[in-house]
């Protein structure tokens, strides 16, 4: 059985996996911060002790994410598509799966693929931050909150305080406005998870809606933007048991053992 | 003949006030609760100074995001048509009026009478907008003010590719992290800023259809890198005006009363 490493170097977070064959041996998160080279390499070392095995043992390499292309490495490296090692990893998470929505910090994608994990219609969204996890991020330093918390504070509201504005920048303007007029905090946080589960359901309008759909990205880890989008949409996303975060790390480890 | 304008923004009202096609008077308070409060304070502070009543002017038009709702105006007028209409009464050979403020940028066209022949209009997005600039100069740890000289130290300007404010943030941070030079940074924005003026101006043709004089007005007319890069993209000086920005459309809503008077009342 072999062994491939997969990285997966996002805005905010690097996320890493080694997987022997179809398994995974070690699963690696970092902040990405302001030098991505550099958390790049300190994730793949602590791949490597993680699994407790030498870098001539890894058989194949794949990166893939909004760093990938400005990093370079001292080992021969896949660089690999985003959507491809998404549809890859989502068919691995759950084999009967045939659609994917992932919301990560800078970019929505939504692909639709085949049995194969072969990508067959795909869109993303990566101009704008509204509808992308750094909007999440912007409205919870704003109201003073952790973004892991939005989802369950949101869930507690009495009512929906809607966000009129898309752009992340007025609409910070305009939290901060209903927070001085007395709007409770979670009727505000309720707005903001219905502002993005409205702009990432969309895109996938776009793709155009399939059964055996699951989500993923750091953004699904929010429950109130989750069933929000399975409102508006009218599909139940499907579970599977592994971090959201790390599907596209996993996609870029297996696409590189095949290629 | 004595008129007056009024223009109830969203942080300032204005009002002026003309005599015989001559201002006379125009002042300038931060907003009050109401844009009916508002509109009565400034206008009493402006009549309070040339010792006029109320009762004493023969027409007032009203302009501004408040403008519907104050009752001693007769009339309310879009503050793009105030804006353009003032500022070519300023300089008549004015065809183009750029205004970029906070929170958002308007292109406008006006014909040889100062009235608005097109206009486009960006308050939906963040990037092209003084909000852009204030972003980035916390991210470069620089004052706004300081943003505006570096394009003319810089030899090297370097390419901010991100349009959204946000990742144009991150862009930045990047950059710096990189070693970048904040000089080059910065005169890299300053080309960002001006660029995303030129393509809504360029959305309604002002770049080719420029027949006379073009100005930029609001906050970000300050930066004198914007400023200098608009110049370059337009290829056309860029002209200031002799009065201050902030009063056009007070100026242009008094010039539409002067219109009107002439029209109802005077006949």
Redesign the interface.
Known sequence: MHFSIGMDIG?VGIKGVVMKGENIVAQVVKDTG???ALAAKECYEQLLSDADISSDKIQAHGVSGWGSKTLSFDFDIEYLPDVVCLAKGAKWACPTSRMVVDVGA?TAKVARFDGNGSVKKYELSD???SGTG??LE?MSAALGLKVNNLGQIGQAASKLVEIS??????AESEIISYVNTGEKTEDIVNGINYSIAKRVSTIIMRVGIQEDIIITGGVAKNDAVVRYIEEMVKVRFKDYGVDPQMIGAIGASLTAQQT | MIVAGIDVGSLTAKALIMKDGEIIDFDIITVRPTPVQSAGDVMEKALNKTGLKMDDLDYCVSTGYGREQISFSRKSISEISCHGMGAHWCRPSIRGVIDIGGQDCKAIIVDKDGNLDNFAMNDKCAAGTGRFLEIISKALGIDLAELGPLTFKSNNPLKIVRRCSVFAEYEVIFLLAEGKDVTDIGAGVNEAMAQRAFSLASSINLNNKLTGELTVTGGVAKNVGVIKNLEKLFDAEIVSLPLDPQIMGALGAALFARRYYEKEVRV
């Open positions: 805005l302001v030098r991505p800078q101009k704008c931050a750094r909007f912007i504005s898309q752009c992340s920048v007025f």
